[in-house]
């Protein structure tokens, strides 16, 4: 049971460069969710999904893309990377359980650095 | 904007000390309020909840008190462990929103033998 899995966990890009980050879960959960994380700023959420087919814009979506052309995937995109985007990137999934808030469950992240 | 304000941002507490981190939020339609411990090298994971309705809430060494006029709540670990040494994010969500988290800045908390 591997739970949520990110692919891959370090990667150096340079300026203008693309990549697109994968997030897995194997629990059948209906939302899933990118984060960003940095330091004295938490995290904070970029995309999100509440079903397969559907994203919604997070906190700090610009630059960023997403897909969920899979229930169990979501795909968070880079067009062209710039230094600002250096972060450790989080993906977390959740179950919808109409009336009761579900506890996010986090991948161990993905340390991207821009030159 | 931040939402949801935390501190403090770094915390040293000797073993079997209390620890406790603060957070303040702004959004009243907030209904849920979740701490989360995250290891190095680790994504965070669900340590306590709570919901307004109540003002505390225990689990073990671990306590959330919740000031719903003041719009604050805090955790509180007793018995503080070097186990315990991770870092700390309060959040804040509401229902009818995606289950989306509003996290505050985050807290590491350092325990010394």
């Known amino acids: 049971n591997a739970g949520v899995t990110q692919t891959p966990k370090f990667r150096v890009l340079k300026t203008g460069q693309s990549m697109t980050l994968l997030c897995a879960q194997d629990?059948?959960?209906?939302?899933m969710y990118w984060y960003r994380q940095d330091p004295g700023m938490g995290l904070r959420l970029i995309h999100y999904?509440?079903?397969?087919?559907?994203?919604a814009k997070g906190e700090v979506p610009d630059g960023y893309n997403v897909s969920r052309l899979k229930k169990q995937n979501f795909l968070l995109g880079l067009e062209s990377a710039a230094p600002s985007q250096t972060s450790v990137y989080f993906c977390?999934?959740?179950?919808?359980?109409?009336?009761?808030?579900?506890?996010?469950?986090f991948g161990d992240g993905t340390r991207l650095s821009i030159l | 904007q931040q939402q949801v304000k935390q501190s403090p941002q770094s915390l040293i507490v000797q073993k079997g000390g209390i620890s406790i981190i603060n957070c303040a939020y702004e959004?009243?339609?907030?209904?849920?309020f979740p701490w989360y411990q995250q290891f190095p090298g680790k994504g965070p994971a669900l340590l306590i909840a709570?919901?307004?309705?109540?003002s505390e809430k225990k689990e073990g060494r671990f306590t959330i008190s919740f000031n719903k006029s003041a719009k604050q709540f805090s955790l509180h670990i007793m018995d503080s462990q070097p186990g315990d040494s991770a870092t700390y994010f309060c959040?804040?969500?509401?229902?009818?929103?995606?289950?989306?988290?509003?996290f505050g800045q985050g807290t590491e908390l350092s325990v010394k033998p």
């Open positions: 999904s509440v079903g397969e087919g559907t994203t």
């Open positions: 977390a999934s959740s179950y919808s359980r109409g009336g009761n808030h579900q506890p996010q469950h």
């Open positions: 959040a804040a969500s509401m229902l009818g929103q995606g289950g989306k988290l509003i």
């Open positions: 959004n009243t339609a907030f209904d849920y």
């Open positions: 709570i919901r307004p309705d109540v």
């Open positions: 629990m059948n959960h209906e939302y």
